[in-house]
């Protein structure tokens, strides 16, 4: 398992190089979307309206930050459950957005995405929204402000710290369950 | 008759959203610290370490452990003899309720469940009442985040299948959940009541500390037959593999009608938030 350092925007050459359970340092802007910002994008997909960010080489964290007290850029900023986007990410991925930001498991449609797309599943420690904050240096909302915590928000991050879940050629990280172990079978 | 005045319960329940939001409780850390030490695998060893940087940051900066702040439930015990002056209680709750997260930075996380539109304010709160005898109002609060509620179960099981078919249930919920509740997590149980009851009793059991024995022996002995199975599953923190899937099991049952044996699962994730008061 390596361990590399990206910038934002992430090239064709970044993601092919990863491999699950590779770590990840990523340094650039990362845009937040999460359930209701993913239903607008499509919505405005449909319409064939522009997006609010380049799509091309992006890096989209699936994540509701709290709000930011007084003097901090944002509010705690772990990640959110993905699965709620995996109807939404296939077309993302078609349309060049090259990873994704979140926890928790992926659908075999957004698996064969990654694959067909060349993009890559990060996971981020759930729950760990304090810590994960200290890596943001700015945030600032570019579209459907209206959400308030599903906006979707341009972040600057530093280092941000991120494992390879799912990679662009069907290696996955996750383990299964040991039913039989637990006595199911 | 005892008079209390709401100004007292508003600020009181506004206390507790913002300190269970930024202050893990002393259990879970000592649990953490039990289980990263049976660990061996890497990755396991990394989550523990970046949740025990996380709370003690938290604590310092006053930044919120997670960005899911939670919905806001509470169970409260509300004394016979007791009158709250100036609001009803369940309005003194959500004004707290509103005040706290707004003066905590804690996320807003209600909305209508159709259109998605934010409430703005976090309420309402969702309440539990209880009449107890006496002049007191005990008021537990728990932040509840959705990852892990999205992860629990209810269903109404046999009479025949009995304790394997309760076993057999949880164990299936925590496998298929995985790495989704933000594992190490807790799980409640509820057994018995009504379809609407079990869950309940399955909430209110996750108020329970870690590190408390089921005053009820047979109960005991179910939790830790199931923390041991639940644990051999290998999910481990975060979904990473490890000996550590769950860090305790918390059982309430209650009896159920002849034809019934209703079951609930509820998850936590391992950011048990949760407080409470007596005034």
Request: a negative charge.
């Given at each position: 398992m390596a361990e590399y350092s990206l910038r934002t925007p992430l090239a064709e050459n970044d993601t092919a190089m990863l491999r699950a359970g590779d770590v990840v340092r990523l340094t650039g802007t990362i845009y937040t979307a999460r359930d209701a910002a993913h239903k607008r994008l499509m919505d405005l997909l449909d319409q064939g309206s522009p997006l609010p960010f380049e799509l091309k080489g992006s890096v989209i964290y699936y994540v509701g930050p709290s709000p930011a007290p007084p003097?901090?850029?944002?509010g705690a900023a772990g990640p959110t459950t993905s699965y709620r986007m995996d109807t939404y990410a296939p077309r993302l991925h078609a349309l060049g957005c090259k990873a994704s930001v979140g926890k928790g498991k992926r659908s075999d449609a957004v698996k064969q995405a990654l694959k067909d797309h060349g993009a890559v599943y990060f996971g981020a420690t759930g729950g760990a929204g304090a810590l994960l904050s200290k890596c943001i240096t700015a945030s600032r909302v570019?579209?459907?402000?209206?959400?308030?915590?599903?906006a979707i928000r341009e972040l600057s991050v530093v280092d941000f710290p991120l494992l390879v879940?799912?990679?662009?050629?069907?290696?996955?990280?996750y383990v299964q369950p040991d039913r039989a172990a637990a006595g199911l079978e | 008759m005892r008079t209390l005045s709401a100004t007292h319960v508003v600020d009181a329940v506004a206390k507790m959203c913002i300190d269970s939001n930024r202050i893990l409780p002393q259990d879970v850390r000592a649990r953490f610290a039990e289980c990263a030490a049976g660990e061996e695998s890497p990755a396991a060893l990394e989550v523990f370490r970046q949740l025990t940087e996380n709370y003690e940051l938290a604590e310092k900066t006053?930044?919120?452990?997670?960005?899911?702040?939670?919905?806001a439930v509470f169970f409260v015990e509300m004394g016979e003899e007791l009158r709250i002056e100036g609001m009803n209680i369940r309005q003194a709750i959500n004004e707290g309720v509103r005040k706290g997260y707004a003066d905590g930075f804690?996320?807003?996380?209600?909305?209508?469940?159709?259109?998605?539109?934010?409430?703005?304010?976090?309420?309402p709160a969702i309440v539990h009442f209880d009449i107890v005898p006496g002049d007191r109002l005990k008021i537990a609060f728990m932040a509840k985040g959705g990852g892990s509620e999205n992860m629990s179960r209810v269903t109404m099981l046999a009479p025949a299948q009995g304790w394997p078919g309760i076993k057999k249930f949880v164990i299936e919920r925590v496998a298929e959940a995985g790495p989704n509740p933000c594992p190490p997590t807790i799980v409640g149980v509820g057994v018995g009541g009504t379809f609407d009851y079990a869950p309940i009793l399955a909430k209110k059991a996750l108020l329970r500390k870690l590190d408390d024995v089921n005053p009820d022996p047979r109960l005991a002995a179910m939790e830790d037959e199931l923390l041991e199975a639940l644990n051999m599953l290998g999910i481990g923190p975060m979904g990473l593999?490890?000996?550590?899937?769950?860090?305790g099991v918390k059982i309430a049952m209650s009896p159920c009608h002849i034809a019934s044996l209703p079951l609930a699962v509820n998850i936590q994730c391992h950011s048990s938030r949760h407080q409470e008061v007596e005034l």
């Open positions: 003097g901090r850029p944002i570019i579209a459907f402000d209206e959400l308030g915590p599903e879940i799912n990679d662009s050629h069907g290696g996955e990280l | 006053g930044l919120p452990l997670c960005q899911d702040t939670g919905l804690l996320r807003k996380s209600a909305c209508d469940p159709l259109t998605r539109a934010n409430t703005g304010d976090n309420t593999g490890g000996k550590t899937t769950c860090l």
